[in-house]
């Protein structure tokens, strides 16, 4: 197994910090809106709205997942150089 270099843990240490205090503040906002209510209504169009952007996300991840792997994407930048490689 590979050993972490400084850099690496400095790194490491800091968005976990990062990811902490996220979740803190996240779960503070939502305590402190605890005396209004959402109806129906809005719970299905935070359920909908959630479905989606998870839907588009994954989808044009998707996408382009298997436009690099088809090669499309190196026909579409006439600069770049192709690998020659041997007989």
Avoid: N, Y
């Avoid at 959402?38 to 298997?66: D, E, N, V």
Wanted: charged share 15%; net charge positive; glycine share 14%.
């Amino acid at each position: 197994m590979r050993s972490l270099s400084t850099g690496q843990i400095v790194l490491l240490v800091v968005l976990s910090a990062i990811l902490v205090l996220t979740g803190v503040w996240a779960v503070s906002v939502w305590g402190a809106s605890s005396g209004v209510e959402m109806g129906k209504h809005g719970w299905i169009a935070l359920g909908l709205g959630t479905f989606f952007s998870l839907l588009i996300g994954c989808g044009l991840m998707a996408l382009m997942f298997f436009s690099s792997r088809s090669g499309h994407d190196e026909a579409a930048d006439p600069f770049r150089h192709r690998e020659r490689r041997g007989p």
